[in-house]
C-alpha cells in the first residue's frame, strides 16, 4: 500500500508475525531504472520474507526491475494490475491494464525468464461497466498462459473513470464468488483473496466455503489500522504454537529496531505513525495514541518517547477501576 507498508512498517509488522508474507509498497519501474534503488528497494533482512510489488508495463524494463529486485533478496515479485489511481493510469499500469490481458501476459513471460524467484500478479475481478465473470476469467487464463501461477485478487472491480481510489475500495460491490469460481475452474492455479475482509474468521470461511479450498488471504488496511490482527497470523495459518506475548511484548522487540534507524538518522515518526493502532479498542489506546501524535515528530523525538507511551498505556490497563 503506497506510503503505508514501507520498510519501517514491515519491520513493525514482523515483530507481530514470523511467517505472513509481507509486501513492499508498489515501485514503479522508472523509479527504479533512474532513482536510488538503496532507497527505494532496501530493506532489513529481518523483515524477510517480503515480495516486491511493482508498477509497469514495459515487459523489458519489468524483467530488468525484476532482476534487480532479486538481487536485493526479495522473495517474490507482484506485478500490481489492480490500483485504480489517476497517477498510475496516466502510465499505463494498475488497474488500466486489466484491459489488456495478453500486454500483462508478455510482462510475466519477461520477468519469469529473467529471475529465478516467483513471479506474481496483483488484479481486480474486472474494470469500469463490465460485472460479468467471463472477461474476468478471460483474463486470468491469458496471464496464466504468459507464466503466471499465482493470482492475489481484490474481489471488486475498478472504476478507472469516476470514482476516487478511497471510493474505489468501498464502493464496487465485493464479488468473492468470483475468486471462489475461478478457482474451481481452474485448480492448479494458486488464488489468494483480497478485498474488504474484517477479520480472521470470514476471511477462513471465504477460504474453505467452496468446492475447491482457495490458497490464503491478503489483509490491506485491515491489519494496517489494527496490526494486533497479525499475532494470530501464525497460529491461524501456519500451524504454529499459540504465542503468550502481549502488545507490549511486540513494542519491546521493535525497540532495537527504532534505535537503529534514530541511530541512521530516520526520525522517529516514521516509525511510530505506523504503530498507532496498536492498541485499538484497547484501554489506552487513546493515550498511546495521543502521546505519540504529539511527541514522536519533534525534532529531538528519541525512543523515550515510545517508552512513555509504553508507560502510559500499561499505567492505564493496570489502573483499578473507579
Not at 501476459?105 to 475481478?125: D, G, L, Y
Request: hydrophobic share 40%; net charge negative.
Amino acid at each position: 500500500m503506497m506510503e503505508m507498508t514501507d520498510r519501517f512498517c514491515r519491520v513493525f509488522h514482523r515483530c507481530l508475525s514470523s511467517h505472513a508474507l509481507l509486501y513492499s509498497e508498489m515501485v514503479t519501474c522508472n523509479a527504479i531504472l533512474h532513482g536510488d534503488r538503496d532507497y527505494l528497494l532496501g530493506f532489513d533482512a529481518f523483515e524477510s520474507p517480503v515480495v516486491l510489488q511493482l508498477g509497469g508495463s514495459d515487459p523489458a524494463d519489468l524483467a530488468i526491475c525484476a532482476k534487480i529486485g532479486e538481487q536485493y533478496g526479495y522473495t517474490q515479485i507482484n506485478l500490481n494490475v489492480g490500483c485504480p489511481s489517476d497517477r498510475v493510469q496516466s502510465g499505463r499500469f494498475g488497474a488500466c491494464l486489466m484491459a489488456e490481458p495478453a500486454l500483462v501476459a508478455e510482462c510475466v513471460a519477461a520477468m519469469k525468464a529473467a529471475v529465478s524467484i516467483p513471479v506474481t500478479v496483483k488484479c481486480r475481478i474486472g474494470i469500469d461497466r463490465n460485472d460479468a465473470y467471463e472477461p474476468f476469467a478471460e483474463f486470468v487464463s491469458t496471464v496464466h498462459s504468459g507464466g503466471c501461477d499465482l493470482f492475489i485478487v481484490h474481489a471488486r472491480k475498478a472504476w478507472l473513470d469516476g470514482l476516487s481510489p478511497k471510493e474505489n475500495r468501498d464502493i464496487p460491490p465485493l464479488r468473492y464468488e468470483f475468486v471462489q469460481k475461478i478457482k474451481q475452474e481452474m485448480p492448479t492455479v494458486s488464488f489468494v483473496l483480497n478485498g474488504g475482509l474484517q477479520s480472521h474468521d470470514q476471511a477462513e470461511s471465504l477460504v474453505s466455503d467452496c468446492a475447491v479450498e482457495l490458497d490464503g488471504v491478503m489483509f490491506g488496511r485491515l491489519a494496517y489500522k489494527s496490526p494486533w490482527m497479525l499475532s494470530e497470523v501464525d497460529s491461524r495459518y501456519f500451524s504454529q504454537p499459540v504465542r503468550q506475548v502481549s502488545r507490549l511484548d511486540v513494542l519491546e522487540r521493535y525497540l532495537p529496531h527504532i534505535e537503529k534507524e534514530l541511530a541512521a538518522g530516520t526520525k522517529l515518526g516514521r516509525m511510530t505513525r505506523h504503530m498507532l493502532g496498536l492498541f485499538q479498542g484497547q484501554p489506552g489506546g487513546r493515550l498511546w495514541r495521543r502521546y505519540l501524535s504529539e511527541h514522536a515528530w519533534k525534532p529531538e523525538a528519541g525512543v523515550e518517547v515510545v517508552i512513555e507511551a509504553m508507560r502510559q498505556v500499561e499505567s492505564a490497563t493496570t489502573r483499578p477501576a473507579a
